[in-house]
């Protein structure tokens, strides 16, 4: 469990506990938090409150630092490669995710049509397995990120056994949450930033 693992945890999370950390690290509750009271002495993190941990300063500034160092034993070109590749699979998550929330432009998603959200998730099911060899590529070149296929499986486990907030609900562990998270740690591994991102078109 590295560190950055923990602090970029904490980072996306805004407020983390000891279970979501763990998610990200792909470590033990026990484990991350252990790290985190380590990181709170440090002042890196602050100090639970309602047993949730924030970044201070000092800790976005390390992860800034660790992710360069990170960034520099990377093969940058190999890792753009990749991530060209995941950025048209971005656009097509981005449209599931529209679709699940909106059935037109003009018409919120109420859920009451099980057939329209069974073709949804069909298309996130479909979606994933197309992924899943992008994915494998993307670990093997940026190791730290070893946690992200087992969260997405568990994700459209969750989904798949009838339980949608884990298609999209924020402050779990949702399949859009890992993506938005796995697409930030792409953006920071290639040293851009999530509002080039945005000008770009980029963006979830």
């Known amino acids: 469990m590295s560190e950055l693992s923990i602090l970029q945890a904490v980072r996306f ?3 983390c506990t000891a279970e979501a950390a763990a998610a990200v690290a792909g470590v033990s509750p026990s484990e991350a938090s252990q790290r985190l009271e380590q990181l709170a002495g440090s002042a890196l993190v602050s100090g639970a409150v ?12 390390r ?15 190999a890792l753009a490669a990749e ?9 097509e998550f981005k449209a599931i995710i529209t679709a699940w929330q909106m059935k037109d432009p003009e018409t919120p998603n109420d859920h009451l049509d099980q057939e329209y959200d069974e073709q949804v998730v069909h298309r996130l099911g479909e979606l994933h397995t197309r992924f899943a060899p992008l994915l494998n590529g993307i670990v093997a070149l940026a190791d730290r990120l070893k946690p992200y296929p087992g969260r997405f499986e568990n994700a ?7 339980d949608h907030t884990f298609i999209a609900r ?3 562990d949702s399949y859009h ?3 938005f998270e796995l697409h930030e740690e792409l953006i920071g591994l290639l040293g851009r930033t999530r509002a080039e991102e945005a ?3 980029r963006a979830i």
């Not at 309602?50 to 500034?61: D, L, V, Y």
């Not at 992710?67 to 940058?76: F, L, Q, S, Y």
């Open 83 to 91: 991530y060209s590749s995941f950025d048209e699979y971005n656009s």
């Open 170 to 172: 924020p402050l779990i």
């Open 177 to 179: 949450t890992v993506w």
């Open 50 to 61: 309602n047993s949730a941990f924030r970044i201070t300063a000092e800790g976005k500034q």
């Open 13 to 15: 999370k805004g407020r």
């Open 63 to 77: 992860v800034a630092e660790l992710i360069a160092a990170e960034a520099a034993e990377v093969d940058g070109n």
């Open 156 to 162: 459209l486990d969750r989904i798949v056994s009838g």
């Open 199 to 201: 000008a770009a078109g």
